[in-house]
């Protein structure tokens, strides 16, 4: 499911051509329950996608197919394969044979070299990342003023929380979404949160200012509702966004890349609870509550 409130592209002489291969996000099937009873039940249509770009397999993602272009595009972009939208020339899906066709405008410099050594990851739905990203994270730095108001952090958990769903009819899938402030901008599931944050950044890629310039993170916040892995804060902030929350925890690469990055890192968010893991400071405690007063 792919949901968003933003219809701004980026400049019609960078936007790569798209297809719109939207695919089913479900299917039906029948089980039985713990009454012998035969009863019909949605589950997740996962589907598997292979990427080639300029006709070289590159990778086969697992995915639901919500928004395959927006996908592929992040994923070349998260991968640091492709530094620039106007290097794309177009991004054409066809589910009867699973694969998604890049075309750039003049090749990917040393595509052999910098995707010759793979990362076995945490996530579902993926599996690898390119290992260069690990070498690459004393680049990343993010805006070290912006703040986000604990006010602000509820609101996005409660937004969440709202929001219709996949997960909610079917199950099985992760969602991520992207803020600005308490803004809900867009709202991804996917088998994988890879692919889901994936998504986003392809997305964000595509959009643009109002005076065209292109759109960053500096005052967004991104949601997840899997774990903060290494790669899942590395994406984030490569993103440059410099809040992320998880309902979920935080595994300790993950502690470390966010130290390392500036980025604020909240995890276990449900509610009005929540822990903060990395850089309180950009944490404006303005929804503090009142301890408890113990009775005579």
């Known amino acids: 499911m792919v949901q968003h409130t933003s219809t701004d592209t980026c400049p019609s002489n960078v936007h790569p051509t798209l297809t719109q291969a939207r695919a089913p996000l479900t299917c039906q099937?029948?089980?039985?329950?713990?009454f012998g009873q035969m009863v019909d039940l949605s589950i997740p249509a996962e589907r598997p996608l292979t990427v080639?770009?300029?006709?070289?397999?590159?990778?086969?993602?697992?995915t639901l197919g919500a928004r395959p272009e927006w996908l592929v595009l992040g994923y070349l972009r998260n991968q640091r394969l492709v530094s620039s939208l106007a290097d794309i020339e177009s991004v054409t899906v066809d589910w009867d044979v699973g694969a998604a066709s890049v075309k750039t405008r003049s090749g990917i410099d040393h595509i052999e070299a910098k995707t010759a050594?793979?990362?076995?990851?945490?996530?579902?739905?993926?599996?690898?990342?390119?290992?260069?990203?690990?070498?690459?994270?004393?680049?990343?730095?993010?805006?070290?003023?912006?703040?986000?108001?604990?006010?602000?952090?509820?609101a996005v958990v409660n937004a969440i929380r709202l929001q219709e769903s996949t997960y909610k009819s079917a199950g099985s899938v992760h969602g991520c979404a992207l803020f600005r402030g308490d803004e809900l901008l867009l709202f991804v599931e996917d088998v994988g949160r890879h692919n889901a944050v994936d998504t986003i950044a392809g997305w964000m890629w595509l959009q643009q200012g109002p005076a065209g310039e292109p759109m960053t993170g500096e005052?967004?916040?991104f949601y997840t509702t899997?774990?903060?892995?290494?790669?899942?804060v590395i994406k984030s902030a490569q993103m440059g966004v410099p809040v992320v929350v998880s309902r979920s925890g935080m595994t300790q690469m993950g502690l470390e890349v966010a130290r390392q990055v500036g980025l604020c890192a909240i995890g276990r968010a449900t509610h009005k609870r929540f822990l903060c893991f990395t850089h309180p400071e950009r944490l404006v405690m303005d929804a503090v509550p009142e301890p408890a007063v113990a009775s005579a």
């Open 29 to 34: 099937t029948t089980v039985m329950n713990e």
């Open 52 to 62: 080639y770009v300029d006709k070289r397999e590159l990778v086969t993602l697992m």
């Open 117 to 154: 050594k793979r990362v076995v990851t945490t996530g579902c739905g993926q599996g690898s990342m390119f290992g260069a990203l690990m070498d690459d994270v004393a680049d990343l730095v993010l805006p070290p003023n912006i703040r986000l108001r604990q006010s602000q952090l509820q």
């Open 219 to 221: 005052d967004k916040v």
């Open 226 to 232: 899997g774990r903060l892995t290494s790669e899942m």
